[in-house]
């Protein structure tokens, strides 16, 4: 049996857009889309985690969020539970720290993008937090 891997996840949004970056080679589901975030540390609360993978991943302070949607998905190899905020207050232009593939792309493009499977329901939230109840 896997264990539970806690994930904080950040949608960096800016009028109508949101931030991904690109998984890269030799981790957890390679080339795939994501929006930036990653794993709570022990002796971390899941904002901080947020705070900090947002910092080290694109370079940017987070200065507010607001939580969106957990989602608890097994991937068979690894199940995760991701705590995924909304983040639309932010210092720094953000940027991928690590030579990730980056893109500012609209709302309504979301369901296009090759996103691991549980992304899914982040997207239909977000769409529903943008343009209201029809995704
Ligand atoms: N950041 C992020 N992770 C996601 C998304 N969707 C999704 O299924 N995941 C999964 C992939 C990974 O198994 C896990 C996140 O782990 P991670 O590899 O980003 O963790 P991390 O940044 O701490 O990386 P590392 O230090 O362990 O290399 O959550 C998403 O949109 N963003
Ligand atoms: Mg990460």
């Known amino acids: 049996m896997s264990k539970l891997v806690h994930v904080a996840v ?24 994501e929006f930036p975030g990653g794993k709570v540390e022990t002796d971390e609360t899941v904002a901080q985690a947020l705070s900090r993978e947002l910092k080290e991943e694109v370079g940017i302070d987070v200065l507010a969020c607001s939580p969106l949607i957990n989602i ?5 190899v690894k199940k995760v539970l ?3 905020f909304l983040v639309d207050q932010f210092q720094g232009e953000p940027q991928a720290q690590e030579g990730q593939e980056q893109q500012w ?13 549980a992304n899914l329901e982040i997207v239909n939230k977000v769409k529903q937090y943008f343009f209201g109840e029809a995704v």
């Open 10 to 33: 950040g949608v960096i949004c800016r009028e109508q857009q949101t931030f991904l970056t690109r998984r890269l080679e030799g981790t957890h589901m390679a080339g795939k889309w």
């Open 72 to 76: 608890e998905h097994d991937y068979g």
């Open 82 to 84: 991701l705590e995924v």
């Open 105 to 117: 792309l609209d709302v309504s493009a979301l369901s296009e993008v090759d996103f691991p499977e």
